[in-house]
């Protein structure tokens, strides 16, 4: 992969990329931010402890198949217990954030009603640790685990389920607010939205395909409501939402592929951001207009509230996403998982055989960020708060060798490519930070612990927490900073 260039340092052979840890950090940006993320359900376990109740994935990960590896997240990485030599870790890294999620079950378990002292106490005691680490806090408030109750009155199904979420926001607001350096509303309601109420391959496992889109609207408006409430009680952290953006690419001549390649980047990304920094709803083509008339007549005081300005903006990329014509032959989803309402659509993501793949099969595109950034920069321009990489690693199968070690080069080079393009940028885009996923290897959603992210190796058995060498490399180079 070409390198991003960079006027102003030192040129760097391919190889030097990729290994010369300090010679990539002399690249990157003054008051740069480095953090690692992670989010509640997949690492904290303890889910019958400390007054906590269900979720919506607590139910979905005890019905038959829909874990692929047959896994809960039950104990996860025991992260509940085990905070403290979590956060030693993030120390020793050398990162300057934490990005967390805040378990909406386990600080307010039903979803409505009065806070959950233990697990507020829960919080209050990592925070602390990180401030005495002298890490960052950026805090997420969604990140998928609805309390059960609320999913039974139909989750984000259900437009009160805004107005509770804001209740949570503002809950968490008055606990952490002095604290929490940055928060981030909602993580990916892409995701929640096309797996979770579409296809059905996250919770709550609705296959509503295009009837699911109103829950577009109700997170928007969840998140809108959210800003509010942190507003409302003058927290002191910065406050903006996680997005992921897959650049689209049509796969194949012809005009039916370039409008499928519309409509995925439609429902995967347009419909998410242009309603945040534009305050509406993208024109969606005439053709189109059917299957998006929940989003088109929403109320204009929506979109206000929706359109809260934001002190950042996070991006979570992965991958970008290539669209072809005609039904999938195979209804595997990027995620590996199966979704059997994929083969009603007329087209179908297309592989990229030209590039390596992470062991989900993902592409690996550090290019494609450069892209996502390029395709911000035109779509927001003058809207667009300083930028966040709010997510972005990779999942490779790890080798424990005789001596412990796990030699993780793959992952090291990963964060390598993509480091470098997030240090150069964009023009018209202040990228100010960079968060891997993740710290730890974790329970991987619908793939269980059978993904592994982590930059540190967790022992399912054992919860032993071993570094791996892209561990080593990242401390080299935060260590390697000004
Ligand atoms: C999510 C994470 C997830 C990661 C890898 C992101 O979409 O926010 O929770 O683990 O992707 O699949």
Redesign the pocket.
């Known amino acids: 992969m070409t390198p991003a260039k960079n006027t102003t340092s030192p040129k760097l052979t391919e190889s030097e990329w990729t290994h010369d840890a300090a010679g990539l950090a002399a690249l990157a940006p003054k008051d740069f931010t480095f953090g690692v993320a992670t989010?509640a359900f997949?690492i904290e376990g303890a889910i019958r402890e400390g007054g906590r109740e269900p979720s919506t994935w607590d139910t979905f990960m005890g019905q038959p198949e829909r874990i692929s590896d047959g896994s809960d997240a039950s104990i996860a990485t025991d992260h509940y217990h085990r905070y403290p030599e979590d956060v030693r870790l993030m120390k020793e890294l050398g990162v300057d954030a934490y990005r967390f999620s805040i378990g909406w079950p386990r600080v307010q378990p039903g979803g409505v009603g009065k806070a959950n002292r233990e697990g507020l106490a829960f919080y209050d005691r990592l925070i602390d640790e990180l401030l005495a680490a002298g890490i960052r806090p950026m805090a997420t408030l969604f990140?998928w685990d609805t309390p059960e109750p609320l999913q039974h009155a139909g989750g984000w199904l259900n437009r009160d389920t805004a107005y509770r979420f804001a209740d949570f926001a503002l809950i968490a607001a008055e606990a952490f607010g002095d604290r929490v350096a940055q928060w981030v509303t909602i993580?990916?309601p892409t995701?929640v939205t096309l797996n979770g109420y579409a296809l059905g391959i996250h919770a709550p496992g609705a296959t509503l395909m295009f009837d699911s889109l109103i829950t577009v609207h109700h997170q928007l408006l969840g998140h809108g409501l959210a800003v509010q409430a942190l507003r409302s009680e003058d927290v002191v952290g910065q406050i903006g939402i996680a997005n992921?953006h897959s650049p689209v690419i049509p796969y194949g001549k012809g005009f039916k592929t370039g409008a499928y390649a519309e409509l995925f980047d439609l429902i995967h990304n347009r419909i998410y951001a242009d309603p945040v920094l534009l305050g509406r709803y993208p024109k969606f083509p005439r053709s189109m207009r059917t299957i998006f008339r929940p989003l088109i007549e929403v109320d204009d005081a929506d979109l206000a509230i929706i359109a809260q300005p934001l002190d950042f903006y996070g991006l979570?990329y992965?991958m970008p996403t290539r669209i072809a014509s005609g039904a999938p032959t195979d209804n595997t989803m990027p995620?590996g998982v199966w979704a059997a309402g994929a083969s009603q659509l007329p087209f179908h993501i297309a592989p990229w055989p030209e590039l390596p793949t992470t062991s989900f099969g993902w592409p690996v595109a550090p290019d494609y960020l450069r892209v996502a950034l390029a395709d911000y920069a035109t779509r927001y321009a003058g809207k667009l708060p300083p930028v966040y990489i709010t997510?972005g690693g990779a999942s490779f199968v790890d080798t424990v060798q005789a001596d412990g070690s796990i030699d993780d080069e793959s992952r090291t080079a990963y964060l390598a490519e993509h480091l470098a393009v997030a240090f150069a940028g964009a023009p018209g885009v202040d990228v100010r930070g960079y968060f891997i996923?993740?710290l730890l290897d974790n329970w991987?959603?619908a793939a269980g612990f059978s993904q592994r992210?982590g930059l540190v190796h967790v022992d399912a058995d054992t919860q032993d927490r071993t570094p791996k060498r892209s561990y080593r490399w990242l401390q080299q180079l935060l260590g390697a900073r000004g």
């Open positions: 989010a997949q990140h993580n990916e995701t992921v979570n992965y995620d997510e996923w993740t991987e959603w992210f």
